[in-house]
């Protein structure tokens, strides 16, 4: 990058031209938990807020808090070594990715009006080579976020994992989707529900395909994104940096865009 395309890129940002768009959830104590059903193991916990001290006894003149909070929680990424799949991979942990992988273009395609009609909609090879044909190819190194407006729900843990007796119902890739884009050399799978699968995924060949073959393929994931209805399908530029946690899965993010 030349500094005259840094130079234009900051009047850009001070002028407005280039605006940041806000693609995280609130988090805190309301913020929605993964459930998943005992024969999967342990659960998340909610984010729980312990105050330290309020410009009180316990800290005349400050404020602080220490929290309780997962890593896979609220707006948030995902590293390789989430999944078993991942876990002897180079560079797999929210400490050890290079930097330059937190900042990347970002493709947007857009299903909302099919998730608004089916809450178990699934994302396809074909429905993805269509969206190519209408506004270019997926590049490697980029983003593929699905839009399907289900941010929308994330006020409610009832409405945004949208369960019943059969599981939740929540739309997602298919396994044969998340192996084309890992062709096309992304460099991670986002969307806007509780996590990067569909709430069928756990009946899929892998279970969970954009966990499995993601990180499997040293991939990132990124959950819970919000106003993915902000962002034009190709143009933007996706921020999105997790904690240094040492050895971290995952990690809440502020996932920011920038658009022009
Ligand atoms: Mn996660």
């Known amino acids: 990058m030349s500094s005259t395309t840094l130079t ?4 850009a940002l001070l002028s407005g031209s280039v605006k940041v768009v806000d693609l995280t959830a609130p988090l805190g104590p309301d913020t929605p938990v993964l459930y998943l059903p005992p024969q999967f193991g342990k659960n998340t916990p909610k984010v729980a807020v312990h105050t330290i001290s309020e410009y009180n006894e316990d800290g005349p003149f400050w404020a602080w808090n220490w929290l309780e909070l997962g890593e896979h929680t609220g707006t948030h990424f995902d590293a390789p070594c989430h999944w078993i799949t991942g876990k002897d991979k180079e560079n797999n942990t929210t400490d050890t990715i290079p930097p330059q992988n937190f900042v990347a273009p970002v493709n947007v395609i857009d299903r909302s009006k099919e998730a608004a009609e089916n809450p178990d909609y699934l994302l396809t090879v074909d429905s993805i080579k269509e969206w190519e044909a209408e506004h270019g190819a997926i590049e490697a190194g980029s983003w593929v976020l699905m839009r399907s407006d289900w941010y929308k729900r994330n006020g409610s843990t009832e409405t945004f994992l949208n369960a019943d007796e059969n599981g939740p119902h929540s739309p997602g890739p298919t396994a044969e989707a998340i192996q084309y884009l890992i ?15 569909a709430g069928s995924a756990g009946g899929m060949n892998p279970p969970f395909p954009a966990h499995n073959l993601m990180h499997g393929a040293g991939k990132y994931g990124l959950a ?16 999105a940096a997790p904690l240094k946690l040492v050895k971290g899965t995952g990690s809440p993010v502020r996932a920011l865009a920038l658009i022009a």
């Open 8 to 11: 234009s890129l900051a009047s």
């Open 183 to 197: 062709s096309k050399n992304i460099i991670g799978w986002g969307q806007e529900t509780i996590g990067t699968d």
């Open 224 to 239: 819970s994104l919000s106003n993915l209805d902000q962002l034009p399908p190709k143009g933007a530029v996706l921020i």
